[in-house]
């Protein structure tokens, strides 16, 4: 999901607690999903007992995305090659 301007800290923690990262893996292989903003606003908006809810429907809009992969060829200069 892509953080939209909005979002709380509150809410960050309460997604934390679920398991949602920042994107901070180099080489990252982890699978990612494209939010629909419009479901990331509904959550920004709900609230507490309609989070769940709004997060479960915005999963199941989420479609799988390769686009967040980091290239394999392009490493970061910490990573040395042999």
């Known amino acids: ?5 909005g979002m709380s800290d ?16 180099r080489p990252d292989r982890r699978t990612y999903r494209h939010v629909p903003v ?5 959550l920004i908006d ?17 479609e799988f995305r390769d686009c ?3 290239d394999p060829d392009v490493l970061p200069t910490y990573v040395q090659r042999r």
Request: aromatic residues 10%.
């Open 1 to 5: 999901m892509i953080v939209l301007a």
């Open 38 to 42: 419009s479901c990331v606003r509904k």
């Open 68 to 70: 967040y992969r980091v």
């Open 46 to 62: 709900a609230t507490d007992d309609r989070r769940s809810h709004d997060l479960e429907l915005a999963l199941a809009r989420a």
């Open 10 to 25: 509150e809410l960050w923690d309460w997604l934390m607690d679920r398991g949602w990262r920042e994107v901070t893996y």
